[in-house]
């Protein structure tokens, strides 16, 4: 995926194994994201109540879950729209894409406002 915003759908949320952290074993969520291009990238995302990329992907999905911290069917999240930042990281000979932020769908893409003057209805 090209390093910069995306707009993408999130397509899977699974279990990913538990890391140890400063808060100790710590659960995590693989989620992968897809963008109009078929072009993909996956996250861990550490399930702590604190963690900002957890706190992103909720605020950014309106909430589809209210918590993957205690969620036990996180499938409310396939199909959700929304953008992620992406930044790349060169290790020696490989590039990995890594997510570094999510947002809201509604903070990247204007819909027109059917209050608007310019705004026209095609039916």
């Known amino acids: 995926m090209p390093e910069s915003y995306n707009q993408v759908n999130i397509v899977s ?3 990913d194994k ?3 952290t400063w ?3 710590t659960r995590r969520k693989k989620v992968k994201f897809r963008n109009d291009y078929f072009q ?3 996250l ?3 399930l702590y109540e604190e963690s900002p990329l ?3 992907l909720i605020y950014a999905t309106n909430g589809a879950v209210s918590s993957l911290v205690n ?3 996180s499938h409310d999240l396939v199909g959700k729209e929304c953008v992620v930042e992406v930044k790349h990281t060169f290790t020696g ?3 990995y894409a890594n997510v570094v932020s999510i947002d809201h769908i509604k903070n990247y893409v204007e819909v027109p406002d059917e209050d608007d003057e310019d705004f026209e209805d095609e039916s």
């Open 71 to 73: 969620a036990t069917n």
């Open 54 to 56: 957890l706190k992103q």
């Open 40 to 42: 993909e990238v996956t």
């Open 13 to 15: 949320v699974k279990e």
């Open 23 to 25: 808060k100790g074993m």
């Open 93 to 95: 000979m490989n590039i």
């Open 18 to 20: 538990p890391v140890k």
């Open 44 to 46: 861990s995302i550490l």
